[in-house]
């Protein structure tokens, strides 16, 4: 598959333990946060998403925080598997529409 | 319902070519947007198209270009080619656009060599 994300930074964590990922955005006036999972081989896939109305949100086995004052967004994946490895990364929307993308990390799953 | 596809997935060419990339959006989807990946900047922003129209630019010069047919269908064109152009292109479609706070759907890509 191909590498999508060399040099980046890596959470290595056990199966079955919970994972948290960060994320920091630059922009004060984004108001709507994604965050993608990106496997190998693959384009990303959308996760979570989440309004500057809100400071928390939560999907199946995933939860968003947001906050806002110093502008940084996690992702929390509960009873990580080895198929949660991929690399992640957020996304910010900010007035002028155009979509910023983070880094991302790298996340390994040990089984 | 057939997900985002991209053609081709792997293309080698030189330095002073062009390249012309195609993505067939998810049926129904009017929008349809192009991003640069690479492990150095990471996901940047092209430019999308929403019906037939570009709507928004990102920061790439003039060598890039693209466009969208009537059939949603869009193609991305690179003109004489640098080194730096070597990335992943993705490409994504939405139902009312990347701005509009809908999800999008990325394709798998297209791997793109400049030699």
């Known amino acids: 598959g191909e590498s999508v994300g060399l040099h980046l930074p890596t959470l290595s964590v056990q199966e079955g333990d919970n994972s948290i990922i960060n994320c920091a955005y630059s922009?004060?006036?984004?108001?709507?946060f994604i965050w993608y999972k990106q496997e190998s081989g693959k384009g990303p896939q959308f996760i979570i998403d989440?309004?500057?109305?809100?400071d928390k949100r939560q999907g199946q086995r995933v939860t968003v925080l947001l906050n806002k004052t110093v502008k940084h967004l996690s992702l929390q994946i509960a009873a990580t598997q080895p198929g949660d490895s991929a690399v992640y990364f957020c996304?910010?929307?900010?007035?002028?529409?155009?979509?910023?993308f983070g880094r991302g990390t790298s996340l390994i799953v040990h089984p | 319902k057939a997900g985002v596809t991209q053609t081709p997935r792997y293309l080698i060419k030189t330095r002073g070519q062009q390249v012309t990339l195609s993505c067939s959006p998810i049926?129904?989807?009017?929008?349809v947007s192009w991003y640069q990946q690479t492990p150095g900047q990471g996901l940047q922003f092209l430019f999308e198209?929403?019906?037939?129209?570009?709507?928004n630019k990102g920061n790439f010069p003039g060598r890039f270009s693209g466009r969208q047919f009537s059939n949603s269908r869009s193609e991305m064109n690179v003109s004489t080619l640098e080194l730096g152009d070597s990335a992943l292109y993705l490409c994504?479609?939405?139902?009312?656009?990347?701005?509009?706070?809908?999800?999008?759907?990325f394709g798998p890509g297209t791997r793109l060599t400049v030699t």
């Open positions: 994504a479609s939405s139902l009312l656009g990347a701005g509009s706070r809908v999800e999008q759907y």
């Open positions: 922009n004060s006036a984004s108001d709507y």
């Open positions: 989440i309004r500057s109305n809100m």
């Open positions: 996304a910010e929307n900010s007035e002028s529409y155009i979509p910023t």
């Open positions: 049926s129904g989807h009017r929008s």
């Open positions: 198209y929403f019906s037939e129209t570009q709507r």
